[in-house]
C-alpha cells in the first residue's frame, strides 16, 4: 500500500513484522485520509463495501486512486465490512469523488455485483482503467451507467488479467459464451464514452467489422486518436487499416471543404463514408493516429510484409505497431 497526502509526504505501510498489510487492517490504518492526494491498493483484495468506505474518506481531495475488489462475499474484510451476500449493503451510501481524475480497479472474484459501480461517481475522471479478473467475463452493462456519468473521461483502458486469459484460453465459447461480448454490448459501452481520444481493448474482446465501421465514418468515438485492440485474423487485422484509411478520408473531405475544394472520397470498403453525421459532429471527426494491434506471432509476418504496405501510403504518419500473443 502507499499513499501520499497534499503535503508531498508519502506512505507505505507494513505490519510490524514486514509482512504486507492485509484486509483485515485497512480500515483501522492511521493516516490523514482526509488529505490524501494518491492512493494505490491494487495489492490488497478488498471486500466492496471497505472500498467504498475509503473511497468516503478520500472523496475531497484524492487525484489518483487504484484498487482491487474481490467479489467473493466479502472474504477479509474484516469487522467493519457491511457487505453481505446480496450486494452492498445501505449502511454504505453513494460517493462522489469531487477530485479524482485517474482510477484503476481490479475486478475479482465471481460475479461482479450489479450495483458497485452505480454507488460511485466520479465527474471529474479523465483516465479509467478497468482490469478483469472475474470468472464470470466482461459484463460492460454493469458499468456503462458509470462510464456515461464521467463526461470528461479521455482515456478508457479495459484490461484482461492473467488469470481471465487463461480462462477465456482453456474454454469453449461455445460452452461458455459469457466469456465472449457481443458486438452490440460492446457498441453501447462505446456509445457512452462520446469523447475519449484513447481506447486500449483486451484481448477477450474483439472489434467485429460493424464496429469497425461506425469507427470508420465517425459515429462511434469521433475523438479517438489512439486504438488498441486484437485482431481475430489477418483479414479482421486488414479491416482495421480499411478502418483508418476510410475515417482519415472522412477528415480531408472536411477539411477540403472548409478550404473550397470539393474531393470525390472515391470507393470505401465500408459504405457511407460519414453517414449518420451532421454536418458539425463531421466537423470535429479526428483521424485516428496511432494503432497497436495484438496478434499471433505466426500471422505477424504476413500482415506486415504482405497487408500493412497496400495501405501504407494512404496512411500518412500513423503509427502502427504490432504485438505479439
Known amino acids: ?158 484490461v484482461d488479467s492473467p488469470y481471465h486469459i487463461k480462462n477465456v484460453e482453456r474454454t469453449s465459447a461455445r460452452l461458455y459464451p459469457q466469456f465472449r461480448l457481443t458486438y452490440l454490448e460492446l457498441e453501447s459501452l462505446l456509445e457512452s464514452t462520446p469523447n475519449i481520444h484513447t481506447l486500449h481493448l483486451p484481448r477477450s474482446i474483439l472489434v467485429h467489422a460493424t464496429t469497425l465501421e461506425k469507427l470508420a465514418n465517425g459515429t462511434l468515438l469521433p475523438s479517438l486518436h489512439v486504438l488498441g485492440a486484437t485482431t481475430s485474423s489477418i483479414r479482421n487485422a486488414e479491416e482495421f487499416l480499411i478502418m483508418l484509411t476510410t475515417r482519415m478520408t472522412v477528415v480531408n473531405v472536411e477539411n477540403a471543404k472548409r478550404d473550397g475544394v470539393n474531393l470525390d472520397p472515391g470507393p470505401s470498403t465500408f459504405s457511407g463514408i460519414g453517414g449518420g453525421l451532421d454536418e458539425e459532429e463531421v466537423r470535429a471527426l479526428t483521424p485516428i493516429t496511432s494503432l497497436i494491434l495484438k496478434m499471433p506471432f505466426a500471422e505477424r509476418n504476413g500482415f506486415l510484409d504482405d497487408v500493412v504496405p497496400k495501405y501504407q501510403p494512404l496512411l500518412g504518419g500513423v503509427d502502427i505497431r504490432v504485438e505479439n500473443f
Open 1 to 158: 500500500m502507499s499513499a501520499i497526502d497534499r503535503a508531498g509526504n508519502a506512505f507505505r505501510i507494513e505490519l510490524h513484522d514486514g509482512a504486507p498489510l492485509h484486509a483485515p487492517n485497512i480500515l483501522d490504518v492511521r493516516l490523514p485520509w482526509s488529505q490524501l492526494v494518491a492512493l494505490e491498493l491494487v495489492d490488497i483484495p478488498l471486500a466492496p463495501d471497505v472500498v467504498l468506505i475509503l473511497m468516503h474518506r478520500t472523496a475531497r481531495t484524492v487525484v489518483e486512486e487504484s484498487f482491487h475488489v474481490d467479489f467473493n462475499g466479502g472474504i477479509a474484510s474484516g469487522p467493519h465490512s457491511t457487505h453481505t451476500a446480496g450486494g452492498i449493503s445501505m449502511d454504505v451510501p453513494a460517493v462522489t469523488m469531487a477530485r479524482l481524475k485517474k482510477l484503476k480497479i481490479i475486478l475479482g472474484g465471481e460475479t461482479l455485483e450489479a450495483n458497485f459501480f452505480d454507488r460511485i461517481h466520479i465527474p471529474q475522471l479523465r483516465d479509467l482503467c478497468i482490469e478483469l479478473s472475474l470468472r464470470q467475463g466482461w459484463n460492460p452493462r454493469s458499468f456503462t451507467t458509470f462510464v456515461a456519468s464521467s463526461t470528461k473521461l479521455e482515456q478508457l483502458a479495459l
